[in-house]
């Protein structure tokens, strides 16, 4: 399996590349520098490195503070709920036409509970012998 991303967050000193291109606090770039030159700035700076481009040629890294960081995941969370995953979740549920009341009702409260979720709720009715 691909490995999962990593959450949006501070990197901490755990940087795999030697050279970064690094972005001031205040989006303004500060160019291509050495891994160990930015741990300096970061530490100078009291501010945190977060990797924002891991594909690009070096890649992109900002400083940032802790409070924009946990805007910065924030803003991410909203626009993840904002963007239901492709592909509906459909759900199937099936039974006899020989139901016992009880088992109906429990069945019952399952698909209102999934329907409230906005699953697609797929019910077949089996007939009894």
């Not at 803003?75 to 199937?92: L, Y």
């Amino acid at each position: 399996e691909p490995k999962r991303k990593a959450a949006f967050g501070s990197v901490g000193r755990r940087i795999p590349y030697r050279i970064l291109h690094v972005i001031n606090q205040d989006g303004e770039s500060l160019g291509n520098m050495h891994r160990a030159e930015a741990l300096k700035l970061m530490d100078q700076h009291n501010l945190k490195l977060v990797l924002l481009h891991e594909n690009a040629e070096p890649p992109v890294y900002r400083l940032m503070t802790g409070q924009q960081i946990h805007e910065e995941q924030l803003k991410r969370a909203e626009k993840k709920k904002a963007n239901p995953k492709p592909g509906m979740v459909q759900k199937e549920l099936s039974f006899s036409s020989a139901i016992a009341k009880n088992d109906l009702e429990t069945k019952t409260k399952q698909i209102t509970q999934w329907i409230e979720k906005k699953y697609h709720v797929k019910v077949t009715i089996r007939q009894a012998k």
